[in-house]
C-alpha cells in the first residue's frame, strides 16, 4: 500500500528565510507526486506537480526516487504563503493517499 | 467554467434523516471523486466515479449512498448516519481517472447530531 509522510505537522519561518517542506512517501510502482495547498478560507488546491517540472509561486519541488522523497521548497518565504501545504501521491490505479499536512507560518 | 460547486455548504441532521449532498462541474472532466476530511486531518477517498461508473469504493459504510447522474453531477446520499459521520465532505473532479490534478469543492460540512 502507498504511503505519504510529512514529518512537520508545523512550520514557521520568518519572511525572507528558506523554507523546505518534506514528503517522504513509500510506493513500489512509479507514483505521480503532488503539491496542494489550502489558504485560509480557500478550497484545496494544486500548487505543483512533479512530472511538469515548474515553479509555482516561487516553489520548487524536485522528485528524488533514490530518496523516495518530494520536499517542496522557497527561497525566500513570503507572508502570503502561510498555508496549509499537503503533499499527495497518486497510484497507478488512480488513487490519491494524501500527507498528514504541514501548517506553514511566515511571520513578518 | 473551472469550479467545481458542492452545496450545500453547510447540513446539520438528525441520525434519522436522510440528506444528500451535490457537486456540479462544468470542465468536461470524467473523473469525479468524494473525500471525507475530519478536522487538522487530511482528505481521505470514499468513492470514485469514472464515466460515470463507480470504479472504486474504499469500503465506505452503506449508510453513505454515490450516484452519478451524468458526467457533469455527482450526489452523495446520506441515510442514518451516526454523530462520528460530522465531517467535511469535498468533492473533487480531474481530467481522467489516474490523471491530471485534482480540482476540488469547497466542501459541504456536515453535522450528524
Known amino acids: 500500500a502507498q504511503r505519504v509522510t510529512q514529518p512537520e505537522k508545523l512550520l514557521s519561518v520568518f519572511k525572507g528565510a528558506p523554507v523546505e517542506l518534506k514528503c517522504n512517501y513509500s510506493y513500489s510502482g512509479s507514483p505521480e507526486l503532488f503539491w496542494y495547498v489550502q489558504y485560509s478560507r480557500q478550497r484545496l488546491q494544486l500548487l505543483l506537480r512533479?512530472?511538469s517540472r515548474e515553479s509555482i509561486k516561487g516553489f520548487t519541488a524536485d522528485l528524488n526516487k533514490g530518496e523516495t522523497s518530494f520536499h517542496l521548497k522557497k527561497p525566500f518565504a513570503q507572508e502570503e504563503d502561510s498555508a496549509m501545504y499537503y503533499c499527495?501521491?497518486?497510484?497507478?490505479?488512480?488513487?490519491?493517499?494524501f500527507g498528514d499536512g504541514t501548517t506553514l507560518t511566515v511571520k513578518p | 467554467d473551472t469550479e467545481v460547486t458542492q452545496t450545500p455548504k453547510h447540513l446539520v441532521m438528525g441520525m434519522t434523516n436522510k440528506k444528500s449532498l451535490k457537486c456540479e462541474q462544468h470542465m468536461g472532466h470524467r473523473a469525479m471523486y468524494w473525500y471525507k476530511q475530519k478536522a487538522k486531518k487530511p482528505p481521505e477517498l470514499m468513492f470514485v466515479?469514472?464515466?460515470?461508473?463507480?470504479?472504486i469504493n474504499e469500503s465506505v459504510p452503506s449508510r453513505f449512498s454515490p450516484e452519478c447522474p451524468n458526467s457533469s453531477l455527482l450526489n452523495l446520499h446520506l441515510h442514518a448516519l451516526q454523530p462520528e459521520d460530522s465531517a467535511l465532505y469535498l468533492c473533487?473532479?480531474?481530467?481522467?481517472f489516474g490523471a491530471g490534478e485534482l480540482f476540488f469543492g469547497e466542501g459541504s460540512r456536515l453535522t450528524v447530531l
Open positions: 473533487a473532479s480531474s481530467q481522467d
Open positions: 499527495a501521491l497518486r497510484t497507478n490505479a488512480g488513487k490519491s493517499t
Open positions: 512533479h512530472i
Open positions: 466515479y469514472s464515466y460515470e461508473k463507480l470504479s
